[in-house]
């Protein structure tokens, strides 16, 4: 940048010279220093924590390898071109990511730095005096004034005045500071005080934000020590709290398998009531329970039930009762009758109204091929014109179990995890349904039918055969979620403290009093009062004159 041609420097020899403006260098410490005070603004917090919200999108868009293994592994097979650039990016691991880690990082920083050099400041502050009382009070917008002599049943004189003044104002919360000013050619001598308060407003928002700090640093490292998993139960059967008895398993990053509480859970029963007398909620269910027992290796325990949106809570896990439906039993033969399988099988509700289930039965051994079956359950069946099936209810009024079988690979030996509730039919040939010319399995409780070619026979097992009609003839399964959250005490704490620090920093107005008194060469005493908000303060022009009317009325100021 050049100087202006019409410039002098002060000398009269010749005309002026443009010269090059120099600037000092920032250097390393320079430059340091400006990316620190860059990084620690508010206007860099707020956008980090924008831009955290929006990074965590794409963990929700796809399977995640924390949570869902087996959906990353078909999203692999479904998107075999996308999946490993996705993969490339570590979007499948996206709360974990390198990149999630830096933003997550960068915003601790940030409020870091935010916060440290306010409450610094604060609590300098704090220390301090209120500010010295200003020369012309008359200037502030919220001002008023009254002379008080003999005749108004006052006695003071200005000290006096200010002395009534800083004990009322310090019995309303205000820190104060006495002020003297000698007199000039244009003022007489005055004595005044200087009365603030609502410090508590800006303690109010170093708490907010400190509080968002522990919530970071709790959920940060308290969540790695945490864990999360999920197992399906049937009626009858026990769970084992250890990391091979769980279906998907969610540990934190510091989680050590050791650490898991030993304990067990089984499901006893259970029951769900459902609408009857309402006809247009029919069939609706108004409630779950799960009746579990749950014991400790030395046999301690209890009985309880579950519900949603109650847990049970035991020993340092929270266990939630997530969904439920129907495991139909199905027990499978060999040709000479030898049991070669028999398992309760949870069958997925595709209709939660009324609980059409769909499932799926692998026999890998015990038979001359391995078998696949895709079955549906109709808790109440309804045949339709076209022949198919559909359920009206979803209590077992009429259940029926149809099965289609197919023979081949199960691909159970190829060491890739495989999903117990789907079966990849493409390679394997249909027994039953379809083209075959052979129908498909249908049976009721109790019931038994013959595998095709020869291959044994499969039954639908009955589980209460004394009962009267379908009762409890087919057992129910349970979906359990089990929480050990390690940041749930710190996490509540943190709330708390974020609402208590806003609630302060918007409802606890910052406010400066000022009343100031001059002797009156006839006697009288004339007293000033003003007020300045820090922001906007409705209430400050009615609060300059209630510590008016009060002062008055302290000094012995006779009122009509």
Not at 62 to 90: C, M, W
Not at 121 to 127: F, I, M, S, T
Not at 275 to 289: L, P, S
Not at 540 to 560: F, I, K, M, N, P
Request: proline share 6%; aromatic share 10%; net charge negative.
């Amino acid at each position: 940048m050049s100087r202006p041609s019409d410039y002098t420097d002060g000398h009269d020899d010749g005309p002026a010279v443009e010269q090059p403006l120099s600037q000092p260098k920032l250097g390393i410490v320079g430059w340091l220093r400006w990316i620190w005070r860059q990084l620690t603004s508010m206007r860099t917090a707020l956008l980090l924590l924008l831009l955290l919200a929006i990074a965590a999108i794409p963990g929700s868009l796809v399977p995640q390898r924390s949570s869902d293994p087996n959906g990353v592994t078909q999203y692999f097979t479904e998107h075999p071109d996308l999946a490993p650039a996705l993969d490339k990016i570590q979007m499948f691991d996206v709360f974990t990511s390198a990149w999630f880690s830096a933003i997550y990082i960068l915003l601790f920083t940030s409020l870091i730095g935010c916060v440290i050099p306010r409450v610094k400041h604060h609590l300098g502050a704090l220390r301090a005096k209120p500010p010295r009382t200003p020369a012309r009070l008359s200037r502030l917008g919220d001002f008023s004034e009254a002379t008080y002599s003999a005749d108004d049943g006052v006695e003071a004189d200005a000290a006096g005045a200010v002395s009534s003044a800083r004990d009322l104002l310090k019995k309303s919360g205000y820190r104060v500071a006495l002020y003297e000013t000698p007199a000039t050619r244009t003022a007489p001598a005055s004595i005044s005080v200087s009365a603030e308060r609502g410090y508590l407003r800006e303690t109010g928002n170093l708490i907010f934000h400190s509080a968002l700090l522990l919530i970071l640093l709790v959920v940060g490292i308290g969540g790695g020590f945490s864990y999360s998993g999920q197992r399906v139960v049937v009626e009858g059967q026990t769970f084992v709290n250890v990391l091979g008895d769980y279906d998907s398993f969610s540990p934190g990053r510091f989680f050590d398998p050791a650490e898991l509480a030993p304990y067990s859970l089984t499901l006893d029963t259970f029951n769900v009531d459902y609408e009857t007398e309402n006809i247009n909620a029919y069939g609706q269910a108004i409630d779950f329970e799960a009746n579990v027992t749950a014991r400790t290796p030395s046999g301690d325990g209890k009985d309880t039930a579950i519900k949603v949106n109650d847990p049970l809570r035991f020993e340092g896990s929270d266990v939630y009762l997530l969904g439920n439906g129907y495991a139909p039993t199905v027990t499978v033969k060999d040709p000479e009758g030898n049991v070669v399988f028999t398992d309760s099988i949870p069958f997925l509700p595709q209709d939660s109204s009324t609980l059409t289930s769909v499932g799926v039965v692998k026999v890998p051994d015990g038979l001359k091929k391995q078998l696949g079956m895709v079955g549906f359950f109709y808790p109440t069946a309804y045949p339709l014109e076209t022949g198919a099936y559909t359920s009206t209810y979803p209590g077992l009024e009429y259940p029926l179990l149809t099965l289609n079988v197919y023979s081949g690979d199960l691909g159970l030996d190829g060491g890739i995890p495989k999903s117990v509730y789907a079966l990849e039919v493409d390679g394997m040939t249909p027994l039953t349904g379809g083209d075959t010319g052979v129908d498909s399995i249908e049976l009721m409780p109790g019931q038994s039918a013959d595998l095709p070619n020869g291959l044994g026979t499969i039954e639908f097992v009955n589980e209460n055969p004394k009962a009267k009609a379908f009762e409890g003839s087919v057992h129910r399964f349970a979906s359990f979620d089990i929480h050990d959250d390690k940041t749930q005490l710190g996490v509540a704490i943190g709330a708390g403290l974020v609402l208590l620090g806003l609630l302060t920093s918007l409802f606890v107005p910052r406010r400066r009093v000022w009343v100031k008194a001059t002797d009156n060469e006839d006697g009288s005493v004339r007293i000033e009062y003003a007020g300045l908000a820090r922001g906007e303060d409705p209430g400050l022009s009615d609060a300059v004159e209630a510590v008016a009317y009060r002062h008055g009325t302290a000094l012995g100021v006779e009122r009509e």
